[in-house]
């Protein structure tokens, strides 16, 4: 049922299909950063994957407490994508995060009001893994691309935040249980989201073009609560890495690839002299000796390469004389359900397609 994708190693343009095959909006690279702006991103990617757990936990009321939500590390954000708000529209550079579901603009250039806004008296609050924003809650029209306009969509004005640097808010299209809890005083109100509305309004193309492999989104708990599916194995060269059937997540807020701490070891042991460089980048270093023999890492569903281009190593504040992988270990041990994220960089490579009406995950290649 499930066809493995062979390794393509040349990074394309990622596109984030939001609804069906036929709408995708294009994602840009973040450019004009210098530095080591990538220190730390590895880490980060891990704390998310806590706080995506205990967000599940407490949406599912198996948990209380904070009202946390996983969303993207903004710091490291890498894609965002260009959508127009009002009538006329102002653009905004917004992330596209597929791991929390809030949508608002504002933590950059402000809410411009136009005829089309419509204030409903709730004030939301969402904290994130990293960051929060406050402010009001409005419905407004949201520009996805041209001829994909969604009206009525809930959209919060930020007024107060903090960590969303470079960025002027979220669209988020993860799945709409996240939302609760997150307005005042409607505490109880899930909050559709603009793949909710763009169905609604009947905006979503059916036809399917392409060759995209389709796997079903997974049952199994806390990925239920995400984009998860399940691979049903994953090798390193002849290496069996993950040895059955699992469940994780496809996640547009997530950079790297993680994968549980003992596959990782398996992984990292398969690679003659590798190491995990857990005390700077958290990244793993692999020896240049080892580049010509390195095998092809399978997800069956899919592929993927595993090098850090050289020329990225200062974003990633990396020596400049040691190669880095993108696979590492996720910081906790399989079996719980959520025990690997495929990050951006797989979908540097592949098209995702997140189709909600048929809870479903595609693949295809770019
Ligand atoms: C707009 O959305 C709100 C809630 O999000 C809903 O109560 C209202 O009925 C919607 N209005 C229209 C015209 O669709
Ligand atoms: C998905 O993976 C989980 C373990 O994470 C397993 O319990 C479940 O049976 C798997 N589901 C399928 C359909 O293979
Ligand atoms: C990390 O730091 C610890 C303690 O300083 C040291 O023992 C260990 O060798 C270091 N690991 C690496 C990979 O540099």
Do not use: C
């Not at 995060?97 to 411009?112: A, C, E, I, M, R």
């Not at 199994?220 to 290496?239: D, K, L």
Request: charged share 10%.
């Amino acid at each position: 049922m499930l066809s493995p994708f062979l390794v393509v190693p040349v990074a394309l343009a990622t596109q984030l299909s939001l609804v069906g095959a036929a709408t995708t909006l294009a994602l840009s690279p973040v450019s004009g950063r210098s530095g080591a702006y990538m220190q730390g991103a590895p880490d980060a990617g891990r704390t998310r994957v806590t706080h995506m757990k205990e967000r599940a936990a407490r949406v599912a009321g198996y948990a209380e407490g904070s009202t946390t939500i996983p969303a993207t590390n903004l710091a490291y954000v890498q894609y965002t994508a260009n959508i127009g708000v009002g009538s006329p529209p102002t653009y905004y550079n917004i992330v596209v995060d597929t791991g929390s579901s809030n949508t608002f603009v504002g933590t950059g250039n402000p809410y411009v009001k136009t005829s089309t806004s419509v204030p409903t008296g709730q004030e939301v609050n969402v904290t994130y893994g990293s960051g929060f924003f406050s402010g009001y809650e409005y419905l407004d029209q949201v520009t996805i691309a041209p001829g994909l306009v969604i009206v009525n969509q809930s959209i919060g004005d930020a007024l107060e935040y903090a960590d969303f640097e470079g960025v002027d808010g979220i669209i988020g299209v993860g799945p709409t249980d996240l939302t609760l809890g997150t307005l005042y005083p409607a505490v109880d109100a899930a909050i559709p989201t603009v793949m909710d509305n763009a169905l609604k309004q009947g905006l979503i193309p059916t036809e399917i073009l392409g060759s995209i492999t389709y796997t079903p989104v997974t049952t199994t708990y806390p990925s239920n609560y995400y984009w998860g599916i399940n691979v049903t194995s994953a090798t390193y060269g002849e290496t069996t890495v993950i040895p059955a059937s699992y469940a994780g997540i496809v996640d547009t807020g997530t950079t790297l690839i993680y994968i549980a701490d003992d596959w990782y070891q398996t992984y990292q042991d398969s690679i003659p002299g590798a190491y995990y460089d857990g005390n700077n980048t958290g990244l793993i270093v692999i020896p240049f000796e080892a580049i010509p023999f390195m095998q092809p890492f399978t997800f069956y569903v899919s592929g993927m390469a595993q090098l850090l281009p050289l020329w990225q190593n200062e974003a990633w504040g990396a020596e400049p004389n040691l190669q880095y992988g993108y696979i590492g270990p996720i910081g906790s041990l399989s079996g719980e359900g959520l025990d690997f994220i495929i990050g951006q960089k797989f979908m540097e490579r592949f098209y995702a397609v997140f189709d909600t009406p048929n809870s479903r995950v595609g693949f295809a290649y770019t």
